[in-house]
Nanobody, 130 residues
Framework: QVELVESGGGSVQPGGSLTLSCAVS???????????MSWFRQVQGKEREPVAG??????????YYVDSVKGRFTISQNDADNTVLLTMNNVNPEDTAMYFC??????????????????WGKGTLVNVSS
């Protein structure tokens, strides 16, 4: 069973930076590299929305980003500790949300990352305010 645990959330000022981490367990590093890993976010009272997706070894691996975060956010994966990172730069108040890590086993379908995730973490809260 794939387990995902997010960390790294907190308060940050507009224009600042923050890196979220997702610890992946229940699968090996090689398996995780073939999966599609992603980040989503949700503002209270609104629907969950995609942020970024990537499959390191998948044929359609991306990375993929929604327009609102392109050029500011970066998704990456660390084999040393089997984690998925979301580096957030130049944040603004509209980035305030609960951020969720998600995964799909078949990385060859990573182009469906916006709606195909099978496993979810419980989230970490990011608050952007001055």
């Amino acid at each position: 069973q794939v387990e995902l645990v997010e960390s790294g959330g907190g308060s940050v000022q507009p224009g600042g930076s923050l890196t979220l981490s997702c610890a992946v367990s229940g699968v090996s590093v090689d398996t995780r590299r073939r999966m599609c890993m992603s980040w989503f976010r949700q503002v209270q009272g609104k629907e969950r929305e995609p942020v970024a997706g990537q499959s390191v070894d998948g044929p359609f691996g991306g990375p993929y980003y929604v327009d609102s975060v392109k050029g500011r956010f970066t998704i990456s994966q660390n084999d040393a500790d089997n984690t998925v990172l979301l580096t957030m730069n130049n944040v603004n108040p509209e980035d305030t949300a609960m951020y969720f890590c998600a995964a799909m086993r078949d990385g060859s379908r990573c182009y469906t990352w916006r709606w195909g995730m099978e496993y979810w973490g419980k989230g970490t809260l990011v608050n952007v305010s001055s």
